[in-house]
């Protein structure tokens, strides 16, 4: 081989050295590249609030970020030199459907990439976790395995315990608010059909006795003697007094504390205007009054007046719904 050839091979090798010089440079450049981005996403996983974890397509963790120690109280080496989650940390109950999610997951077959579990740490605290998945791939579209971010919502769930206790208390109050209402108005019932059968017995002696004083003006010396008697039975029976403390101490049972803030409300009042306040805060009608009180139903028209008057209410205000909210 002549000088020229020899020439011409080292001008070749010279340049085909060029050329690998310059590719081993954009290699150098490439790796160093993606060491720096391998760098900049593991110190990412690494400062992450939540667990972070990658699980090779046969199920064995490459990754495990520091903050499982937080979490779990294990270390990153020990978590990823472990036979696995389930047996070392996943809470006996749990394991069963944490192992079918995990298999689903790698399988790539979940329809819901989420699952709430419990762990036992280390110091054997129970502690609850969600744990949500997804595939990795590299540029090419080769399948790596799953990427799994673990959270501690333990806090979440004792909220959501404590809110729910709340609502059954919340509802144990209203049935037992109900369950108290029911009993206070069969005894507001029970003690209005006392007053009215009090009231309808005064009624039809009165009527009895106007009838038998009809009677004794008829000059008829037979029943005269008859009579006399009768219309005395009469008018003691209708002028039988009520016992106006039994009747208190049933409206106090009732409805506890009305008398009480009616005499500090209205200091002025009568014993009567007690009485009357009473009956109509049961919702006894004049006419039913009337017949407790041996007065006719005008009479109470009348004195329910007087009553609104020493009340202060105004023409806007029916009696029987001031009582009400008194």
């Known amino acids: 081989m002549d000088k020229k050839q020899n020439t011409a091979r080292l001008k070749t090798l010279e340049n085909e050295l060029s050329d690998l010089k310059i590719q081993l440079e954009d290699t150098h450049l490439q790796l160093q590249d993606e060491k720096e981005k391998r760098q900049f996403y593991q110190q990412i996983s690494d400062f992450a609030f939540a667990w972070e974890l990658w699980f090779e ?13 937080d979490l779990t109280g294990f270390t990153s080496n020990e978590i990823i030199q ?46 609850w976790c969600v744990i949500n998945v997804r595939g990795v791939y590299d540029k090419l579209g080769k399948y790596l395995g799953i990427r799994a971010s673990v959270q501690d919502i333990t806090r979440l769930k004792r909220a959501m315990g404590h809110i729910s206790d709340l609502e059954r208390g919340k509802e144990f109050d209203q049935r037992n608010k109900q369950r108290l209402q029911s009993q206070l108005d ?10 009215l059968q009090l009231s309808q017995k005064n009624e039809l002696l009165n009527k009895a006795r106007n009838i038998l004083q009809k009677a004794n003006k008829e ?3 037979n029943l005269q003697h008859y ?10 029976n209708a002028r039988e007094k009520i016992d106006w403390n039994t009747i208190e101490n ?9 008398m009480e803030r009616l005499q500090a409300r209205h200091s002025n009042i009568s014993m009567k205007d007690k009485r009357l ?17 041996n007065l006719t139903p005008k009479s ?19 009696l029987s719904n001031y009582l009400l909210q008194l």
């Not at 069963?96 to 997951?105: I, N, P, R, T, V």
């Open 277 to 293: 306040c009473s009956y109509v805060r049961l919702g006894l009608s004049s006419k039913e009054i009337a017949g407790l009180l």
């Open 300 to 318: 109470v028209e009348i004195a329910r007046v007087r009553l609104r008057k020493k009340l202060k209410l105004g023409t806007s205000v029916r």
């Open 186 to 195: 069969l005894k507001d019932r029970e003690l209005v059909s006392f007053l």
């Open 82 to 127: 472990s036979e696995g989650i389930s047996t070392m940390l996943v809470y006996e109950p749990d394991r069963e459907k944490y192992q079918h999610f995990l298999s689903g997951a790698l399988n790539q077959s979940l329809v819901n990439p989420s699952l709430e579990f419990r762990i036992l740490t280390r110091t054997k605290q129970l502690r």
């Open 227 to 236: 009579l006399i008697e009768l219309l005395g039975m009469l008018d003691e």
């Open 250 to 258: 049933q409206v106090e049972k009732v409805h506890p504390g009305f």
């Open 219 to 221: 000059d008829t010396d």
């Open 57 to 69: 397509p046969d199920g064995a963790i490459k990754y495990s970020s520091p903050s499982c120690y």
